[in-house]
């Protein structure tokens, strides 16, 4: 419990939270695990209560991202709206303070289900794993037209066909005989669900046991063709985890997804300056930086996808050598600002990355 108006600070790894109680309670909650250390909450508060660590700190020796001073902090919310990973948030009465009429920086991912294929290469793409694909295929039974004969008084159940069966659609089952049942039953069976009806068993058969006629086959159709198969999925993305990067954005192959980022910007690396120390790399959370393919020790060049960056500079603060420049040139959807304060504290993150 918080005493009055003073404000208490509760820090458990990996969140640390600030709460004061009053006409309304308000909770400012930092998620330390999606803090990049990029610094622009530190840049943009108003009283100077945060404190923000160096990324090579955080990286390399596991300290905490960030702090926040108690006593100092108005809890009013701008670094909440600053951050552009969602680190950060403000509670009123324990809603986000946006249900409450605090502004934010509009950040979203559109998926039109209706253009997705459901192919995952979005899921795999992700830096964060924050997306969630799954998918059912039509089974061949759905797409293919077709008869399959055995003959059981030919077949010896000698199993070649289910061997060489490229669906996996043929099953034998040949218990052992003994004394018991010396001439136990054996089987074999088509799952027509699976069957191709390619005609791989009818052509391995050593005893002619098996015929295949496919209806629809190398390009000759018999009959009614099927429907076209429907690919049935569902997408998910985790946004507790999203950092809007739009990697998914840029390798949907049916331009299904749109992100909507933050920040717009540009970021240049210095080659000429660059010693390839690879801290960049390593503590981008969006995979927008990595070292060129073929470098040589002490050689490798830095590449970036400027694409996928979310400019947040945290690349820009870690350089030891100043090789990288992060410039936030605007935001993309600038939101109604209650005061002057909260536009000036806007306009602090606006420009470049200040260099550690």
């Not at 991912?109 to 209706?114: F, N, P, T, Y």
């Not at 077709?146 to 077949?155: L, Q, V």
């Not at 997408?235 to 985890?241: E, K, L």
Request: hydrophobic share 35%.
């Amino acid at each position: 419990m918080t005493d009055g108006l003073q404000p208490v600070k509760e820090v458990s790894p990996p969140t640390l939270r600030i709460v004061r109680e009053g006409a309304e309670t308000r909770e400012l909650v930092v998620n330390m695990n999606r803090c990049a250390a990029c610094g622009l909450c530190e840049r943009a508060c108003p009283v100077d209560a945060i404190t923000v660590e160096k990324p090579s700190t955080v990286a390399r020796k596991g300290a905490d991202p960030i702090d926040v001073d108690e006593e100092t902090c108005a809890l009013c919310g701008i670094c909440a709206l600053v951050c552009p990973y969602d680190a950060i948030t403000l509670l009123i009465d324990g809603e986000p303070a946006t249900e409450h009429g605090l502004p934010k920086l509009p950040k979203d991912v559109a998926i039109d289900e209706e253009r997705c294929v459901y192919c995952g290469l979005c899921a795999d793409t992700c830096p964060q794993d924050a997306i969630t694909v799954e998918r059912e295929v039509p089974t061949p039974g759905d797409l293919v037209m077709g008869e399959i004969d055995i003959d059981e008084e030919k077949c010896i159940y000698c199993k070649a066909c289910e061997e060489a069966c490229p669906a996996d659609a043929i099953t034998v089952k040949r218990p052992t005989p003994s004394a018991a049942d010396p001439e136990p039953e054996f089987t074999i069976e088509v799952d027509e669900d699976r069957c191709v009806y390619c005609g791989v068993c009818m052509r391995t058969c050593p005893e002619d046991a098996i015929k295949v006629g496919c209806k629809i086959c190398y390009g000759t159709t018999r009959g009614e063709l099927p429907e076209k198969g429907e690919v049935k999925g569902e997408i998910h993305v985790d946004r507790a985890r999203c950092v809007y990067c739009s990697w998914c954005e840029q390798v949907c192959p049916v331009d299904a997804i749109e992100v909507t980022k933050p920040y717009q910007g540009r970021i240049e690396i210095d080659d000429e300056e660059c010693v390839g120390c690879g801290l960049c790399v390593e503590i981008c959370p969006c995979n927008a930086l990595e070292f060129e393919k073929g470098g040589t020790a002490g050689k490798t060049r830095i590449v970036v996808n400027p694409d996928a960056c979310a400019y947040c500079g945290a690349c820009a603060r870690a350089c030891p050598v100043d090789a990288i420049t992060v410039e936030r040139e605007d935001v993309t959807v600038m939101p109604d600002l209650p005061t002057k304060a909260w536009e000036r504290a806007l306009d602090r993150v606006l420009g470049p990355t200040e260099k550690e």
